[in-house]
């Protein structure tokens, strides 16, 4: 599961109501809201009428433990839960602080956030209230752009998490952030031997893009921020800067008319040239071919160029990831066997194949190293992107997060003893059902069997997974070798599935 979905609800402008529902679970697998996915609408909630913690006792507890590595969870995690105030109605309003160290603080702590119980951080309920105010708003902003490191993997999550929880801003607010930035093309060009302020912008602007709606997305789409973000997108950019840019390019055309006005930019020109990046060694170059191509195929059509799925050649596959068992949000390579979210949800996907007996074992390599939980589920797991419940957060699925360093069965982590995943690196998944248990392995190195699943499913497993905002990872299920497989027999699931020509097309959204 992912830590703490925050959910922060607004009256007004002028109160802060402080409403933090439950903060688990969205943040790493966050880093983006959470949404149910179409395979399954269930939502077991509860109704928990206890008083109120000391928020501000707890939070400091919270950050004040943050170095050390999480515990197991002894109890599940609800996926609902009465909101919180971030101060009661008498407590005195928190004293300003200084705002490049609530951010820094608050992307120290949240990797930490596992337990749906712990309260949320002192840093973030602190950088939400200032954000009741304009000046406030845009101080909050300006210091996610100043201080977020390049290096970082939960940075631009972090962007998310925090832009997406604060109060909307206002069209003033808007306007000022647009004369504070001052971007046009020739902005892109300065400092771009300090990318982190470019990647921190685009992400920014990505996130504004995906949560304003209809004329204010419009109006913020100024001629300079359009340019800003097109010559981003030019080989002397950054890569991390080329992604962001081309992600936040994507969140604007959600408004039509802003669609219509980047294409008519002539976008498609570029983007066919860093298509060719799909299969780079580089894995950042990577998600930026990843992502041109699908805005090709789905966004900013070229007059003249065939659809990927037209000609890619899915001869070999016959086991793949099942598009029509997600939501619009998870982007699927036309092959079938790549995924990528770039959406503000923890949204899951599932293999087409599904297995009752035997030994099976497939293999991912991580192209990011931030919050994934990939491993098994059943036909009966429910996955709620919205609630940040994906595999490993229910009874029948159980999940291996290399990010944070967690098993996860049933809403309840535990930790592991492989270190940190990074890109490039291999996680292989061995589903023993003669023997009831799960090996999990990091590179060839394996780690001691699971078996809890096994005492609510025995059959109908799927190989699945769900992803943090800007996650992404290629599935290898036999269709070539292996990099390293384990030493017992096993079967799978390219030999034993099939597919017709039209079930492997994964058609554009």
Not at 86 to 112: S, Y
Not at 297 to 302: A, I, S, V
Not at 400 to 420: E, F
Request: charged share 20%; with cysteine; glycine share 6%.
């Amino acid at each position: 599961m992912i830590v703490v979905a925050l959910v922060v609800f607004y009256a007004s402008r002028s109160l802060f109501q402080g409403l933090l529902l439950t903060l688990e679970h969205h943040i790493p697998r966050l880093l983006g809201a959470l949404g149910a996915s179409n395979m399954g609408n269930s939502c077991v909630c509860r109704d928990d009428s206890g008083a109120e913690d000391n928020v501000e006792s707890r939070s400091r507890q919270t950050e004040n433990s943050r170095v050390h590595v999480p515990e197991a969870r002894s109890h599940p995690r609800d996926p609902v839960r009465p909101p919180r105030r971030g101060r009661g109605p008498h407590e005195p309003r928190r004293k300003k602080q200084n705002v490049d160290g609530l951010v820094l603080d608050t992307l120290a702590v949240i990797r930490t956030l596992v337990d749906n119980d712990q309260e949320p951080p002192y840093s973030m309920i602190t950088l939400h209230e200032m954000a009741e105010t304009d000046e406030g708003w845009l101080e909050v902003v300006q210091s996610l752009i100043r201080v977020i490191p390049l290096e970082d993997p939960l940075g631009p999550a972090v962007i998310t998490l925090l832009l997406d929880e604060c109060p909307l801003p206002t069209k003033d607010a808007l306007q000022k952030l647009t004369e504070i930035l001052n971007l046009s093309g020739a902005a892109a060009c300065r400092d771009a031997c300090h990318p982190a302020k470019h990647r921190n912008t685009t992400a920014v602007l990505g996130c504004l893009a995906e949560k304003l709606a209809g004329p204010a997305s419009i109006s913020l789409l100024s001629p300079g921020i359009l340019e800003y973000l097109l010559h981003s997108l030019n080989f002397q950019s950054h890569p991390t800067v080329m992604l962001f840019a081309l992600i936040a390019l994507e969140k604007f055309a959600q408004t039509s008319e802003n669609k219509m006005t980047v294409s008519e930019s002539c976008i498609s020109d570029q983007l066919i040239l860093l298509e060719k990046w799909t299969d780079n060694p580089d894995y950042l170059k990577r998600q930026v071919g990843f992502c041109a191509q699908w805005s090709l195929d789905n966004l900013f059509l070229k007059e003249g160029r065939q659809f990927t799925y037209e000609k890619v050649d899915l001869t070999n596959i016959r086991a793949m990831l099942n598009s029509n068992d997600v939501s619009e949000y998870l982007k699927i390579s036309p092959h079938g066997l790549e995924a990528r979210c770039d959406a503000s949800s923890f949204e899951s996907v599932r293999c087409t194949f599904c297995v009752d007996s035997g030994v099976w074992y497939y293999e991912v390599t991580v192209i990011t190293s931030g919050v994934m939980q990939i491993g098994w589920a059943t036909k009966d797991s429910k996955f709620l992107n919205h609630e940040g419940y994906g595999i490993g957060d229910d009874e029948y699925s159980c999940a291996y997060d290399g990010c944070r360093q967690l098993i996860w069965y049933n809403a309840r982590s535990k930790p592991h003893s492989h270190p940190c995943w990074k890109e490039g690196d291999t996680i292989g998944f061995l589903l023993d059902l003669q023997e009831k248990q799960m090996i999990f392995y990091l590179n060839g190195n394996q780690l001691p069997a699971e078996k809890q699943v096994f005492s609510s499913a025995v059959s109908g497993f799927f190989a699945a997974a769900s992803f943090m905002s800007y996650q992404q990872c290629e599935f290898n299920f036999g269709a070539k070798p292996f990099k390293y497989p384990p030493s017992m027999k096993f079967s799978t699931f390219n030999d034993y599935a099939f597919l017709t020509a039209e079930e492997k097309i994964i058609l554009p959204r």
